[in-house]
């Protein structure tokens, strides 16, 4: 039958099979917060992100990463727990996610341009023991039970953690 011939002689078949198509080998999962760190030692000076004319270097992101990392583990928060993150989109929304993850918590990320209604219901399901956010956002959100961290108005703070990268608590 035709259907039983070879398409393609052993060499040809070899060739497009095994050696332009090789078999799946096991790539190592990094969490994204350690690819940037990895990213920060091999291009310190590059840009990482630029939104609304601010540039952050890999280094940059990578130190405000860690400071506001320190700073959130510094309040006793247990591993697993949910931080808002209510800020737009900036080069500080970046470093409040990769935080988050280096302090070994999950982040809710909560749009400021949801109705306050929608954010109340969110922080309070979440049981966000932490919200960062930016000043000028704050009368738009609704009153909750966690602490409120302004990334503009508390950064002095922040920046006096230590720049070096917190013990690892998240895991793939």
């Known amino acids: 039958a035709v259907s039983r011939l070879p398409l393609l002689d052993a060499g040809r078949r070899q060739q497009l ?3 332009w198509n090789p078999p799946a080998c096991a790539a190592a999962f990094l969490p994204v917060h350690e ?12 840009p990482a992100v630029a939104a609304g004319g601010a540039v952050l270097s890999y280094a940059q ?3 405000r990463a860690n400071q506001l990392a320190h700073r959130l583990l510094a309040q006793g928060l247990p591993a697993g727990a949910r931080i808002g993150i209510c800020l ?8 409040a996610v990769l935080a988050v993850l280096k302090a070994g918590a999950a982040y809710v990320p909560l749009d400021p341009s949801y109705p306050t209604p929608r954010l109340a219901f969110m922080l309070e399901d979440a049981q966000a023991p932490v919200l960062l956010t930016q000043e000028p956002l704050l009368g738009h959100l609704p009153p909750h ?6 990334l503009d108005r508390d950064w002095p703070t922040v920046a006096a953690q230590p720049a ?3 013990p690892a608590r998240a895991r793939a």
């Open 164 to 166: 070096t990268c917190p």
């Open 35 to 46: 690819v940037v760190a990895a990213n920060a030692r091999r291009w310190p000076d590059a």
């Open 17 to 19: 099979l095994a050696d």
């Open 61 to 63: 992101l990578e130190t």
């Open 145 to 150: 039970a966690g602490r409120t961290l302004c």
């Open 88 to 95: 737009p989109q900036q080069p500080s929304l970046l470093v």
